[in-house]
């Protein structure tokens, strides 16, 4: 599994870093790679983004959900125009430590740890996105299902009055 993934415009190239240490060059564009791991589960990046941003309502540094059964979500650590991105997979973190103002350490669920060019606020911020948006996908998926269940009663007794 893809721990995180780092993007670089100029070279147009990606680099994955993956559960088992080792990482992985790909010469495609890093939103290019996320739309292909959506497309996989059923969605397209866009699609995600949208839902994303409409539910939290927020425009900028969005995290992207790739799969809803396993709760995989992606968040960059910087606006998309920089040059070079970092997409975290939320999914395996396990905690975030300021380094000093402008980086810090995450620690992964296999226990690795990297240092990234970003305030710990930043990654601390954008799991909270990540959570909050599950959290209310989870609602919205059991209102869902208590509409469609009481649906379904309500034609059942209106057959039985019948």
């Known amino acids: 599994m893809v721990l995180y993934i780092r993007t670089d415009k100029r070279r147009k190239d990606t680099l994955l870093v993956l559960q088992d240490g080792s990482d992985q060059k790909l010469h495609i564009n890093g939103l290019k790679l996320l739309d292909h791991f959506c497309y996989a ?29 396993t709760r995989e979500m992606y968040f960059p650590l910087f606006d998309l125009r920089r040059t ?26 296999n226990g690795r740890e990297f240092l990234f060019p970003a305030d710990v606020r930043v990654v601390k911020l954008q799991r909270k996105r990540c959570a909050l948006y599950l959290a209310k996908l989870e609602q919205k998926r059991v209102c869902y299902e208590q509409d469609v269940l009481s649906i ?8 039985q009055n019948e």
Request: net charge positive.
């Open 41 to 69: 589960h059923g969605s397209s990046l866009e699609g995600r983004r949208q839902a994303i941003m409409k539910t939290l309502g927020i425009m900028q540094k969005v995290p992207i959900l790739i799969d809803e059964a």
């Open 84 to 109: 070079i991105n970092y997409w975290i997979n939320e999914r395996y973190i396990e905690s975030g430590a300021p380094c000093t103002k402008k980086t810090c350490w995450i620690r992964f669920l």
């Open 152 to 159: 379904f009663a309500d034609e059942k007794r209106g057959n």
